[in-house]
């Protein structure tokens, strides 16, 4: 007999307000509170791809109150998951402010979706391995960075 145990990763959501992108997955809030976009990595703003993707991000949601969705390891908030810079990773959730049922746009989809980023595996929370979908799509579709990557 083989038992399985299963362990959630479970998350916290905020909304914030976003002070300032600072890179297409780098983005800091009214607060001070800065983070990197989970389960993505987008190129440098030194590429042409990394600074399309600081444009659209920075026209998305610079100025805007938007949900933030950290991700935990267990359910105390010390098991953030942090990366190598010392930067919490997460989701940020954007849409109508004046209606949060319709927060429901994912800035990090949408950088996949138009080929602006890849995944991360070292940070793609489980209920996020959809996104391995969406970034196969945009190769075929040769968006973005896949544009000229075979």
């Known amino acids: 007999m083989i038992i399985v145990i299963l362990f959630p990763v479970l998350t ?13 997955d780098l983005v800091e809030f009214d607060s001070g509170f800065t983070v990197r976009l989970t389960g993505i990595v ?12 600081y444009d659209f991000v920075k026209r998305k949601i610079e100025g805007r109150r938007v949900k933030v969705i950290t991700y935990t390891t267990n359910n105390l908030a010390t098991g953030i998951v942090y990366g190598d810079d010392g930067r919490p990773f997460a989701q940020i959730i954007y849409g109508n402010e004046k209606n949060s049922e319709e927060w429901c746009t994912s ?6 979706k138009k080929g602006y980023a890849r995944i991360n595996e070292r940070f ?17 579709q040769k968006r973005g960075i896949w544009k000229n990557n075979e």
């Open 12 to 24: 916290m959501a905020n909304t914030l307000v976003v002070k300032t992108v600072h890179s297409g």
């Open 42 to 53: 987008v190129p440098d703003t030194s590429t042409p791809i990394g600074l399309q993707a």
């Open 107 to 112: 800035i990090n989809e949408e950088l996949l």
């Open 124 to 140: 793609l929370p489980q209920d996020l391995k959809f996104y391995k979908e969406i970034e196969h799509k945009a190769h075929e």
